[in-house]
């Protein structure tokens, strides 16, 4: 990409012979500059749209004209016709573009997975990374995050909490937490779609739900569900 954005126009394009073609590659590379702006005006998408479709033109006279062959059209030269209407549907293309993502996918791509159930593996690789990732951001903030809070396993989902919890208990559990904060106008709904881990790591050391032990360990109300404060509003 550098190349094509510094080294063409600076020590290429002088040397092509045909002003045309000149104008025609400094103006495509023009709009890829543009292209890779996180802010784009209405003029700016004009001359996009504009310059890629005389690029296209121009090498379909120069193949008709039997200049070039017909396999210098590929499918990329194709695609750049589109992207004058992809930024308008859903802006800039470094917004949405895979291209700042490589880094990130092979992350995940180096992890080890279960050759029998990777798409489970995955999930619990994305689970583990989101809540990773939400307590760094949180402490880069300053908001209090729970140091190493690390959500373990994969969730169990639910209608309800798990027993001997009820929705009223969690209720009330969950706005007295909010009013010790000082924080005592925020809702709390119900969606009727629970998602609860049965252990966490914190700072190290696992925590497991007494919920969750083995057969025959009594479990009293209020030891199976704790409420960890991540400095967040969800």
Partial sequence: MDFLLFVVPTLIVPSLHYPEARQIINDLIISIHY?????????DLSFIETSIANFQAYLSRKVNAGHLERKCCTINIHYLGHIAYMICCLGPLPVFSCRSLERTI???KSKSLSKSLPGSSYQ?????????NLNHALA?????SVPDLMLLGKP?????PP?????????DATMQNF?????HNIPFTHNFDFSYHRSIKLKGKVYRSLFFNPAGTTVNLGQSTVLFNTGSND
């Fill in 106 to 108: 092979g992350q995940y």
């Fill in 156 to 160: 169990d989902r639910s209608s309800v």
């Fill in 124 to 132: 619990l690789i994305l689970e583990k990374q989101s809540s990773s």
């Fill in 35 to 43: 292209c890779l702006s996180w802010k784009i005006t209405d003029s």
């Fill in 179 to 183: 009013q010790r904060q000082g924080n």
């Fill in 140 to 144: 880069a903030l300053g908001e209090g």
């Fill in 163 to 171: 027993d001997p919890v009820s929705y009223d208990i969690l209720h």
